[in-house]
């Protein structure tokens, strides 16, 4: 009963997507169902995050354009196992639910995200269908002290892929956020289960913004970014395989060569790279240039006395 629900609320979200209104007498016609179930279906999607336009005498309307995962497509394109959902309360979790039956490949996609979270427990909006949510994961067998410097490397790999996909201005803010014209795109949080010298799981959760509603960003405390102002935005669908394909290669090649195998790329994905930059570290804080990163994915700041590293989960990086 659920699943034919949100298949009805999909078929919604394609008939608006030609970005005119459309009746709701046309809608009903289409999905074979009464305009009084179009109104309940259009209410519930915006429960779920979706800003949806409704004028009297013309009927409905995207605010902003959604595309929503091709699970078929996605599942014949990738090697692994993938766990799709309309909704779920955070992919992360369900990851970490479920180790002892996963692989180093596997994934979990959903449109929506009730419990989505980032960095030091903030909240990650997570409208349905406007932005991919998704986790990856990994096994190393060394332990947890393998991991180290992993988030920059999956900062590394996001970057490689929305270039690729054609997207300019994007670059990564140590430690691990991925930034487009400055402001903040994407988000990564890793979360870990085992032992520090034995087996690892490693969860890779990643949410990237690709169409953010007025709505939406009023709940945001921070710039943002999101890929709506592209000429042409990635399809949602082609982002999702080629990202678990480029993550499957980088975290293969951080496995046998740590992170040293990536200090030029992260060096050219840099956006404060030789840069004056301010650390903060609690109540203390130190200026000086930014020279990369060592391999331990420690931050290396020229204070004119030298070049010296500096490392913790609670350092933030503002430019002076």
């Known amino acids: 009963m659920m699943h034919e629900q949100w298949l009805r609320k999909r078929a919604i979200i394609k008939s608006l997507a030609g970005g005119e209104f459309v009746s709701g007498e046309a809608l009903a016609h289409e999905l074979g169902i009464s305009r009084a179930a179009i109104s309940k279906h259009v209410a519930s999607l915006e429960e779920f995050g979706v800003d949806i336009y409704s004028v009297k005498g013309k009927g409905y309307k995207l605010s902003t354009p959604l595309s929503l995962i091709d699970e078929q497509r996605l599942k014949a394109q990738i090697k692994g196992r993938c766990f799709y959902f309309n909704d779920i309360n955070s992919t992360n979790a369900f990851l970490l639910n479920h180790v002892n039956e996963l692989s180093s490949?596997?994934?979990?996609?959903?449109?929506?995200?009730?419990?989505?979270?980032?960095?030091?427990?903030?909240?990650?909006?997570s409208p349905y269908g406007c932005h991919l949510y998704t986790s990856f994961y990994w096994q190393f067998s060394q332990g947890m002290s393998q991991a180290m410097g992993l988030s920059l490397?999956?900062?590394?790999?996001?970057?490689?892929?929305?270039?690729?996909?054609?997207?300019?201005?994007?670059?990564?803010?140590?430690?691990?956020?991925?930034?487009?014209?400055?402001?903040?795109?994407?988000?990564?949080?890793?979360?870990?289960?085992?032992?520090?010298?034995?087996?690892?799981?490693?969860?890779?959760?990643?949410?990237?913004?690709?169409?953010?509603?007025?709505?939406?960003?009023?709940?945001?405390?921070?710039?943002?970014?999101d890929l709506s102002e592209l000429s042409q935005q990635p399809d949602k669908t082609e982002l999702m395989i080629a990202l678990q394909q480029q993550l499957v290669s980088d975290l293969s090649l951080f496995e046998s060569q740590g992170l040293k195998a990536f200090k030029q790329r992260w060096r050219e994905a840099d956006l404060f790279d030789g840069k004056v930059v301010k650390l903060l570290?609690?109540?203390?804080?130190?200026?000086?240039?930014?020279?990369?990163?060592?391999?331990?994915?420690?931050i290396l700041l020229d204070n004119g006395n030298g070049i010296k590293a500096y490392v913790g989960g609670e350092i933030s990086m503002r430019p002076l």
């Open 281 to 298: 570290m609690g109540d203390n804080s130190v200026e000086g240039i930014c020279c990369g990163i060592d391999e331990q994915g420690a």
């Open 105 to 125: 490949g596997d994934i979990c996609v959903a449109e929506h995200q009730s419990a989505g979270r980032g960095r030091r427990g903030r909240t990650w909006v």
């Open 153 to 225: 490397v999956v900062g590394c790999s996001l970057v490689s892929v929305l270039r690729r996909l054609g997207v300019d201005g994007i670059g990564v803010k140590w430690p691990n956020d991925i930034y487009l014209n400055h402001k903040k795109l994407a988000g990564i949080l890793i979360e870990m289960s085992g032992q520090a010298d034995y087996e690892c799981n490693l969860v890779i959760g990643i949410g990237i913004n690709l169409s953010m509603s007025a709505a939406q960003a009023d709940k945001i405390d921070q710039p943002w970014s």
